[in-house]
């Protein structure tokens, strides 16, 4: 039940490693926000120095708007789960979820009562008397679940909480989780490097890569108007498509063609081919976009749009392309199509159906969404249009 | 498993418990002979049976008195030896040093372990006589401090370092000081180990010999080793039955604390805390 606010917050690590650089985030009472990112990012090295178990090298962070750089763990008023679920062995579940409160000198009645609803919400009251050690990996997970909540404390910080279960629990618990959040009402801080926990759980998503906030954006926004290629790359499953080519213009438009970049000359000639021209609609015809106009670019398409059915391929004729199919995977409800464009580079696409008709080596044509489709610039990757 | 190699191991076995036992029975029937008996040629069973060295040790060699000396010396050096040596395991363990200090602290604890007991007697002796204090216990105590300390230390910082440092963490956000932290988490998951090292420290203390002979100038302060040992002086005729009886009084404490310390000795009590 607290804002949390990181100013600037720059981490090194004793080795000189730059952990987390220039961090700004202002986190509303009562929002669940997810840090995000690969392996590395400096996602928990953030949520460590909110808890308070990592020192700030520079910067400002406050709870509740009182800055708390010098104040320590244990007084921070925060709840944490980890990872490895860090429950102490020795204790019995009773003893786990109450040690919070012990430490905290309340009344031994209260303790009892705050103890057996906690475990109650989290169908632990069978689980009572058991050691960690006789518990499974979810029921230990809802054990450090229930030493978090039992405090009552202004913020929740959760470190990858569900990695160490497996899928099937995994998705169990990330519907408790947000079950949880919906009663509790409270701020919780999450890191995950998951991206469907993150699109799934959180009110607004903190996208990391390399120690620096690529964007903070509600899911909606992420996987709409991602900034740049990382965040389009990383938000989304299977991941966006990209094409790379030349932005060009002719009389009918605006279009992209569609041709690796970067790779040398001589490889070029080998594949040479028809070039592609993938037309943008006319409404990204502004001077923003056409100041890229003969530069290199990344067109990224997202899996659901890409279009297989004959009217959609006449309907967007501007924008079809031969491919040929690799792999199919049928998911049940939907099949994802793994193709190969002429000039060797591979799409993903996602049909909402079963397909049974297309097999290995099979040309098909297909049509991008021109509605959907992102423009991303070749060197710095920021999106031009989305 | 083959008849025959069953047969060999039974062999084996009933020889170790042969060699291992034989001393103690020897100790025993030497304690319940008579007098007489204990003179002439021995015979392997004993042919009398009598109390009488039990009682000759309290009337005439005060024993209860040895008892006490080695019990207050032992029960002091042990609990000094464990609150100081558990503490300075932590803090070798966890807290951070510079300058490699931590390998240089933890070369010199080990240092006095592996020297021998004898180089320290000398200069301690010197010392004590020194500040007067020879005619106290205070010299042995500190002698069994030498001891144990490097071995608690040793034993149970492999301990400290192998427990899961999130645990420590969770604690910190729990709320605990760093102190509860030693003593509610870091304590009593080490249980096993303080256990064993407790036990091997008892029974280094209560039946350490050199130091005493060396401290230990008054004989109401005698040890029970070194009680035992002026049994067999050269002015008298050595009391065989008195020394066997001594040895079997001595075991017993040693045997209840082994008992009392096994109850610790669960292993994995510090297992599924965090996910390996």
Redesign the interface.
């Known amino acids: 039940m607290a804002t949390v606010g990181l100013n600037e917050v720059v981490k090194v690590y004793d080795n000189g490693v730059l952990a987390v650089q220039d961090f700004n985030l202002q986190i509303e009472d009562k929002e669940f926000i997810i840090l995000v990112g690969p392996s590395g990012c400096g996602k928990s090295t953030v949520l460590r120095m909110i ?3 990592e020192s700030i090298t520079e910067g400002e962070i406050s709870i509740d708007g009182k800055v708390v750089n010098n104040v ?5 008023d ?3 789960v ?10 019995t579940v009773y003893d786990n979820i109450a ?2 409160l012990k ?2 000198k309340v009344p031994k009645d209260e303790i009892d009562n705050r103890v057996r609803h906690a475990a109650e919400t989290l169908q632990l009251t069978e689980l009572l008397d058991r ?5 499974s ?1 979810g029921q ?1 997970q809802r054990v450090a679940l229930g ?1 978090a909540i039992v ?1 009552e404390p202004k913020v929740f910080l959760m470190d990858e909480p569900l990695s ?1 279960l497996d899928a099937k629990l995994r998705v169990e618990m990330r519907v408790q989780i947000t079950k949880l959040y919906q009663q509790l009402q409270t701020t919780i801080i999450y890191v995950t490097h998951d991206q469907t926990e993150a699109m799934t759980m959180g009110t607004r998503i903190v996208v990391m890569k390399d120690g620096i906030v690529q964007q903070v954006a509600t899911p909606t926004d992420l996987y709409n108007l991602p900034v740049n290629l990382f965040v389009a790359r990383f938000i989304g499953m299977p991941p966006m498509n990209t094409i790379e080519g030349r932005l060009g213009k002719d009389e009918a438009g605006l279009f992209v063609c569609a041709e690796p970049i970067g790779t040398d000359s001589k490889e070029q000639s080998t594949h040479a081919v028809d070039s592609v021209k993938l037309y943008l609609l006319p409404r990204y015809e502004t001077e923003e976009v056409l100041a890229h106009l003969d530069r290199p670019v990344i067109l990224g398409i997202r899996p659901e749009h890409i279009y297989m059915e004959p009217e959609d391929v006449e309907r967007y004729s501007d924008t079809k392309l031969q491919v040929k199919a690799e792999v199919v995977e049928m998911l049940g409800a939907e099949s994802y199509l793994y193709l190969k464009t002429q000039w060797d580079s591979n799409l993903t696409a996602r049909i909402n159906d079963q397909v049974h008709d297309v097999r290995y080596d099979d040309m098909i044509t297909v049509a991008l969404d021109p509605d959907h489709i992102h423009l991303f610039d070749y060197e710095t990757e920021v999106s031009i249009i989305h | 498993m083959k008849p025959k190699r069953k047969v060999w191991r039974g062999i084996v076995t009933a020889l170790l418990l042969i060699w291992t036992f034989f001393p103690i029975y020897w100790m025993i029937s030497l304690a319940i002979r008579g007098n007489e008996e204990l003179t002439s040629a021995l015979s392997f069973f004993p042919k009398s049976f009598t109390f009488e060295h039990f009682r000759m040790l309290f009337v005439k060699h005060h024993f209860e008195q040895a008892l006490w000396n080695s019990f207050i010396v032992t029960a002091i050096s042990l609990i000094i030896a464990l609150i100081v040596g558990l503490a300075c395991s932590y803090i070798l363990v966890r807290v951070r040093f510079r300058f490699g200090l931590r390998k240089v602290s933890f070369f010199w604890i080990l240092l006095v372990r592996v020297l021998p007991p004898i180089a320290f007697a000398m200069p301690l002796y010197f010392i004590f006589n020194y500040l007067q204090l020879s005619e106290t216990r205070l010299p042995i105590i500190v002698a069994h401090l030498l001891i144990n300390l490097p071995l608690i230390i040793w034993f149970t910082m492999t301990s400290i370092d192998s427990l ?1 440092q ?2 420590e ?9 760093e102190w ?1 932290i030693y003593s ?2 870091i304590l ?2 080490i ?1 096993p180990s303080i256990a064993a090292v407790g036990m091997l420290s008892f029974m280094a203390s209560w039946n350490e010999y050199l130091y005493a002979v060396i401290f230990i100038q008054k004989r109401d302060l005698f040890t029970l080793p070194l009680l035992l040992s002026t049994m067999n002086s050269e002015q008298e005729l050595t009391q065989w039955g008195q020394i066997g009886a001594g040895g079997i009084i001595s075991m017993i404490p040693v045997l209840i604390f082994v008992i009392f310390a096994q109850r610790y000795l669960i292993a ?9």
């Open positions: 808890a308070g178990l320590s763990a244990k007084d921070r925060i709840a944490m980890f990872q490895n679920y860090a429950l102490y062995p020795h204790m040690f919070a430490m905290r050691k960690p050690k006789q518990l990996g230990r030493r405090r160490n | 899961a999130g645990i963490e969770s604690a910190q956000i729990d709320g605990a000081s509860q509610h988490i009593p998951q249980y994995g009590l510090s297992s599924g805390g965090v996910k390996e």
